[in-house]
């Protein structure tokens, strides 16, 4: 059933030595990546091997990342930096694609968490998806983008047995 094979590579900055504990696992962000990969609507290689880093950390240090790439000095829930963008070697040559990295703010989304009342793993995996799409290609530049985008992240949300949060409302 699985058609494409990803490694994930999480770095948890947050949650370091388990003084708090991660509401998601590594082996369940793997999980869930690798059932979003094989789920979108995507034409890729079946014999390549899918990587994503996911870094999850403080609003200090992504504000530090969102000031540098994007000039805006402020901390953002998710950033996303997609290696398909960028000008690659020829990806016939190799044995694994890199998609690119997918960097979460918890101290944001935990907030949001409890803004929107839902939890801090349905959060996690809301931001997860949507930084996801962005490393397929997927933007929102405008209300209808953003609302076709939204809709896909509900249905990567319910496809992990997740209700995803009723974050439209907050946008339309």
């Not at 789920?39 to 996911?54: G, T, W």
């Amino acid at each position: 059933m699985t058609k494409y094979e990803l490694e994930l590579y999480v770095e948890d900055l947050f949650f370091p030595d388990n003084d708090q504990k991660s509401p998601i696992s590594e082996s369940q962000w793997q999980k869930w990546f690798e059932k979003w990969l094989n789920l979108v609507d995507i034409d890729f290689d079946e014999d390549k091997i899918y990587e994503i880093s996911l870094l999850l950390t403080d609003d200090k240090e992504i504000q530090s990342l969102n000031t540098q790439f994007r000039h805006k000095n402020q901390p953002t829930d998710v950033l996303t930096f997609a290696a398909l963008e960028a000008d690659f070697p020829d990806h016939d040559l190799m044995d694994s694609v890199t998609l690119g990295d997918i960097i979460m703010s918890v101290e944001t989304a935990q907030k949001q968490a409890q803004l929107q009342q839902h939890s801090l793993k349905t959060e996690l995996a809301w931001l997860a998806s949507h930084g996801f799409l962005h490393l397929l290609g997927w933007d929102h530049p405008d209300d209808d983008s953003l609302r076709k985008m939204l809709t896909q992240q509900e249905f990567l949300l319910n496809a992990i047995g997740l209700q995803s949060p009723a974050v439209a409302d907050f946008f339309f």
